[in-house]
Each structure stands twice: as C-alpha cells, then as structure tokens.
C-alpha cells in the first residue's frame, strides 16, 4: 500500500523557516517523479514544486522561487521542502504527491499545515 | 503559465442523474489533463489522467474525454460519494496548474 505522511508543519511568523518532511512507503521511490502541492483554506489545490527521480531536476512555481527548495532522500525514502522567507500567502496546507508518468499526481498524503502569522 | 477555467463553479443535481464539468486549457495541452475529486476534509485524489484513462478503483461510471484545449468530466448514474468538488489540472507544462473548482451538490 502507498504511503505519504507528512511533518512539520506548524505556525511561523513572517520571514521565518520550516522545512517539510515526507516519508513514503509501499512503492519504489526512485521510480517517481515526486511534488509539493498546497492548499489553502476554501481555495483549490496549487502545485508548488516537483522533483526527478534523481534529484537532478527541480521546477517550482513563480511564488515561491528562490525561498523554497523541494530536495529528496532516495535512501531515506523521503521528500522535503526548505521554505524561507515565510509570507502569510504561504499559509496552507501542504500536501505530498507522488507523481505519475505524465504528470498527473496519484497519491496524496493528508497534508501538514502552515499558518504564517505574526 | 497555463490557466485553467472550469466551468460551471458549482452545480446542483439529484442521486441517478448525469453530469458534465467542462475545463478549458488557455493552450493546447494535447492530452495532459487529469481529474480530482475532494471530499471535505479530504486529499484530493486522481480520478483521470490523460483526458481520459481511468485510475485503478475508478468505477466506469465516470468518464473523461477531450484534447488540445477542451476537455470534459461525465459522471452517470450519480452516487452519495460523487457530491463533493472537482479539480481539473494541466500536467503539460510547469507549473501543473488546477482549475478553481466545481462543487457538485444535492439538489
């Protein structure tokens, strides 16, 4: 069974850090493209970054370049995402999807919230 | 980047009908448009990808069809579990950018 658990999540004031963390499991990590989607609270669902098989190529929304990094650990299993420089439209939750061939993401996690707030 | 315009935003119906949501690609995609559903309180999950192959679980009820910029949802013979929201996402190009929702409810 796949699985996607997210951490690390939490509140934040302004221009502070968190980084997210995601573990997977029941699938062969290094055979997915992996990403980041958020959500914040009311509004659709908002693709923030991806990550290849390898780490070796990474694509981010506008928004949040140059304060996010998406990285992974293949032998760790695990996804994550430094995020710098905190605004409260950053605020969401943030939700770990493993992607199929063609883009489209197939599994999801439950999600970890973000509340940037001063 | 590509945007994607949903149509309707929201949508009554009663359990037994069919119903069709429309997306609209601001360019041609070809055939990387793929399907969510969400319950509240819920993860999305993948209904369609690739305009129109189901994802494993996904009962045949449900179908998707279109290419370049148009594309549809159908659902016949709506159950309990359809009433929920509906995203529809380009994954031609980054940012896979999503539709800003249909909700379908009961009338």
């Known amino acids: 069974e796949v699985q996607l658990v997210e951490s690390g999540g939490g509140l934040v004031q302004p221009g502070g850090s968190l980084r997210l963390s995601c573990e997977a499991s029941?699938?062969?990590?290094?055979?997915?493209?992996m990403s980041w989607v958020r959500q914040a609270p009311g509004k659709g669902p908002e693709w923030v970054a991806n990550i290849r098989e390898d780490g070796s190529e990474k694509k981010y929304v506008e928004s949040v370049k140059g304060r996010f990094t998406i990285s992974r650990d293949n032998a760790r299993t695990s996804l994550y995402l430094h995020m710098n420089d905190l605004r409260d439209e950053d605020s969401a939750l943030y939700y770990c999807v493993r992607d199929r061939r063609g883009g489209a993401n197939d599994y999801w996690g439950q999600g970890t919230l973000v509340t940037v707030s001063s | 980047d590509i945007q994607m315009t949903q149509s309707p935003s929201s949508l009554s119906a009663s359990g037994g009908d069919r119903v069709t949501i429309t997306c609209r690609a601001s360019?041609?995609?070809?055939?990387?448009l793929n399907w969510y559903r969400q319950r509240p309180g819920k993860a999305p999950e993948l209904l369609i990808y690739?305009?129109?192959t189901l994802q494993v679980g996904v009962p045949s009820r449900i179908s998707g069809s279109g290419s370049g910029r148009d594309f549809t949802l159908t659902i016949r013979s709506l159950q309990r579990e359809d009433f929920a929201t509906y995203y529809c996402q380009q994954s031609y190009r980054t940012p896979h950018t999503f539709g800003r929702g249909t909700k379908l409810e009961i009338k």
């Open positions: 029941g699938f062969i990590f290094t055979n997915h493209w």
């Open positions: 690739g305009a129109s």
């Open positions: 360019e041609n995609i070809i055939n990387f």
